[in-house]
T-cell receptor, first 116, second 111 residues
Framework: KAGVTQTPRYLIKTRGQQVTLSCSPI?????VSWYQQTPGQGLQFLFE???????NKGNFPGRFSGRQFSNSRSEMNVSTLELGDSALYLC???????????????FGDGTRLSIL | GQQVMQIPQYQHVQEGEDFTTYCNSS?????IQWYKQRPGGHPVFLIQ?????EVKKQKRLTFQFGEAKKNSSLHITATQTTDVGTYFC???????????FGTGTKLQVIP
């Protein structure tokens, strides 16, 4: 079974630009979560999607948005990029069925975003 | 909001020594999960604890969930160089609330 796939692996942008990151979950997984990882802040939760609906949202500004498609693939978008947005963005998937919220998350390799 | 702290932040041990990381949540958790992230890699799920006072073992690793379900620990016996990485705990306060990851403990093992 293929793992979680994130594209692109690396991205360089400049301040003020916007970026879209993509995540394909493990086949059959319907829950996708996004995290921002930086050396100083650890793993910060961005959002969680289940069946195309945002189930949870972290404490990030409105410049960070996401969506999930009917095939469970997910995208996150960051607009008006700032230097502080430089980070590793990780996507994780889990089966996510109703009533079984305590499920392990399977992470992708991440997209490393650098803002110049 | 919910906060999950881990101590220590860093730990250097000689190969063969034991290692323990502690995880403390500001709120009661419905479950606690542990992940390991190798340098340059992504977090990999290790184990999940659900019951108050639960203890689980995986070879040299022992995981414990506190009676109040607000703290947890991971103990590694006789560390090996393959244990190098950052260990994260992660928990949900309940239901479908978001998962909060701990601050992580970075383990270095000196051969």
């Amino acid at each position: 079974k293929a793992g979680v796939t994130q594209t692109p692996r690396y991205l360089i942008k400049t301040r003020g630009q916007q970026v879209t990151l993509s995540c394909s979950p493990i086949s059959g997984h319907r829950s996708v979560s996004w995290y921002q990882q930086t050396p100083g802040q650890g793993l910060q939760f961005l959002f969680e999607y289940f069946s195309e609906t945002q189930r949870n949202k972290g404490n990030f500004p409105g410049r960070f948005s996401g969506r999930q498609f009917s095939n469970s693939r997910s995208e996150m978008n960051v607009s008006t990029l700032e230097l502080g947005d430089s980070a590793l963005y990780l996507c994780a998937s889990s089966p996510g069925q109703t009533g079984t919220s305590n499920q392990p998350q399977h992470f992708g390799d991440g997209t490393r975003l650098s803002i110049l | 909001g919910q906060q999950v702290m881990q101590i220590p932040q860093y730990q250097h041990v000689q190969e063969g020594e034991d290692f323990t990381t502690y995880c403390n949540s500001s709120t009661t958790l419905s479950n606690i999960q542990w992940y390991k992230q190798r340098p340059g890699g992504h977090p990999v799920f290790l184990i999940q604890l659900v019951k108050s006072g639960e203890v689980k073992k995986q070879k040299r690793l022992t995981f414990q969930f506190g009676e109040a379900k607000k703290n947890s620990s991971l103990h590694i016996t006789a560390t090996q160089t393959t244990d190098v990485g950052t260990y994260f705990c992660a928990g949900r306060a309940g239901g479908y609330q978001k998962v909060t990851f701990g601050t992580g403990t970075k383990l270095q093992v000196i051969p």
